[in-house]
Nanobody, 126 residues
């Protein structure tokens, strides 16, 4: 069974940068697509980014494209999300999540992820 643990959240000023990471333990991590889903206070979860099992394909929601970069190291069982030029609307709990297959869900739909971490808080504020 796959387990995911997030790290790297924190408080950052608008325009700043932050990297959140996800470390996996268990089986089959290299064969599963992994994504980041966030949830702002009072709002539903939304898919932010996803990377395929082999890392050849990555996807972003429109509001973060060009500012966020997802990457993975299958030898270290990690997936990270580098976030640049952060905005207050990027604030939320960021969850690492994995799908059962090697390909990212259509539309980055949170409902398609089967395994979740507990999340890490990212706050963008002055």
């Amino acid at each position: 069974q796959l387990q995911l643990v997030e790290s790297g959240g924190g408080l950052v000023q608008p325009g700043g940068s932050l990297t959140v990471s996800c470390t996996a333990s268990g089986v089959n991590f290299p064969y599963r697509a992994v994504g980041w889903v966030r949830q702002a206070p009072g709002k539903e979860r939304e898919g932010v980014s996803c990377i395929s099992a082999g890392g050849s394909s990555d996807h972003y929601r429109d509001s973060v494209r060009g500012r966020f970069t997802i990457f993975r190291d299958n030898a270290k069982n990690t997936v990270s999300l580098r976030m640049n030029n952060l905005k207050p609307e990027d604030t939320g709990v960021y969850y690492c999540a994995a799908v059962e297959t090697g390909w990212c869900p259509a539309g980055l739909s949170p409902g398609d992820y089967g395994t979740w971490g507990k999340g890490t808080q990212v706050t963008v504020s002055t």
